[in-house]
């Protein structure tokens, strides 16, 4: 199966300060990533799919990358409403494999 | 508006059964992909199984595979996790979600919890 290693498990930030979440996969899957935003009592909301494309809805402060199996979301400007917890998810191959999150506080 | 809609969690003992089931609107439902997703309480999300847009393919995790089984009725546009030999570490919300047109799991309904013991 396909791991996912999510960096770091938790942080906290200040509002207004750029933010990088990694996610590490232990073999290739191309672009098959995507990452969601998960708020107690509520679904998980996506984010990013396909590595960088911006889900319907997601504020342009966040944005995805991708360099070789390291895949990062990033939010330019931390608001209060970004606490959550951030998981990554593979959806090349079967099993489906989600990282095991990091989570997000403000200071 | 695309919705997603699960029912049919609760408490059951350990050993029994039960059967999820989630009722989609607002897109072609016979058109779409779909999936069971789970969280343990404190833990992590899980992939549970993915069936077909017509139910001609079926894809489970390892710990699930001999006693759940995914299926979709089309007509009635509903999506169903039947879960047999039911354990306590089954414990968990469980998220129905539809894979868009790149495979990824792009709406997802509000969760149904299922507890699992005696």
């Known amino acids: 199966d396909i791991q996912l290693t999510q960096s770091p498990s938790s942080m906290s930030a200040s509002l207004g300060d750029r933010v990088s979440l990694t996610c590490q996969s232990s073999?290739?899957?191309?672009?098959?990533l995507s990452w969601y935003q998960h708020k107690p009592g509520k679904p998980p909301k996506p984010m990013i799919y396909?590595?960088?494309n911006l889900a319907d809805g997601v504020p342009s402060r966040f944005s995805g990358s991708r360099s070789g199996s390291d895949y990062s979301l990033t939010i330019s400007s931390l608001e209060s409403e970004d606490t959550a917890i951030y998981y990554c998810?593979?959806?090349?191959?079967?099993?489906?494999?989600f990282g095991s999150g990091t989570k997000l506080e403000i200071k | 508006e695309v919705q997603l809609v699960e029912s049919g969690g609760g408490l059951v003992q350990p050993g029994r059964s039960m059967k999820l089931s989630c009722a989609a609107s607002?897109?072609?439902?016979?058109?779409?992909?779909m999936a069971w997703v789970c969280q343990a309480p404190k833990k992590g999300l899980e992939w549970v199984a993915t069936?077909?847009?017509?139910?001609?393919?079926?894809y489970y995790r390892d710990s699930v595979k001999g006693r759940f089984t995914i299926s979709r009725d089309n007509a009635k546009s509903t999506l169903y996790l039947q879960m047999d030999s039911l354990r306590s570490e089954d414990t968990a919300t469980y998220y129905c979600?539809?894979?868009?047109?790149?495979?990824?799991?792009?709406?997802w309904g509000q969760g149904v919890m299922v507890t699992v013991s005696s």
């Open positions: 073999q290739g899957i191309g672009n098959y």
């Open positions: 396909y590595a960088t």
């Open positions: 069936i077909s847009y017509d139910g001609s393919s079926t």
């Open positions: 607002g897109f072609t439902f016979n058109n779409y992909d």
């Open positions: 979600a539809r894979h868009d047109g790149t495979y990824y799991p792009d709406y």
């Open positions: 998810l593979q959806y090349d191959e079967y099993p489906l494999t």
